[in-house]
């Protein structure tokens, strides 16, 4: 089992700045990917961005434009999420997810095996 906690959300205006983490605890030695998701109030969980845990690649949904990146300390077992030119429309919460298989579609919900509470990210106008 792996437990995962966000951190770092909150009231930020339209253009600031937030960086989430998510700290992992348990057997983080059988983590393959860590991918950060969001839902907005009415919508559909949607991928975010995922990280490759040994190797650091990243990958990232296409309208992030660059804004968003992803990180990871694996000393820390905890992946990061820096939000720039925040937006209303980024307002969500925001959640983590874990993969211990190390194949498959990392942009879908159903490929992570584990999630965080999620930490709520709101951006005002």
């Known amino acids: 089992q792996v437990q995962l906690v966000e951190s770092g959300g909150g009231l930020v205006q339209a253009g600031g700045s937030l960086r989430l983490s998510c700290a992992a605890s348990?057997?983080?030695?059988?983590?393959?990917?860590m991918g950060w998701f969001r839902q907005a109030p009415g919508k559909d969980r949607e991928f975010v961005a995922f990280?490759?845990?040994?190797?650091?690649?990243?990958y990232y949904a296409d309208f992030l434009k660059g804004r968003f990146t992803i990180s990871r300390d694996n000393a820390k077992n905890t992946v990061y999420l820096q939000m720039n030119s925040l937006k209303p429309e980024d307002t969500a919460l925001y959640y983590c997810?874990?993969?211990?298989?190390?194949?498959?579609?990392?942009?879908?919900?159903?490929?992570?095996?584990?999630w965080g509470q999620g930490t709520q990210v709101t951006v005002s106008s």
């Open positions: 990280i490759n845990w040994s190797a650091g690649s990243t």
């Open positions: 997810a874990a993969d211990s298989k190390g194949w498959g579609t990392y942009k879908t919900e159903s490929q992570y095996d584990y």
């Open positions: 348990g057997r983080t030695s059988s983590t393959k990917v």
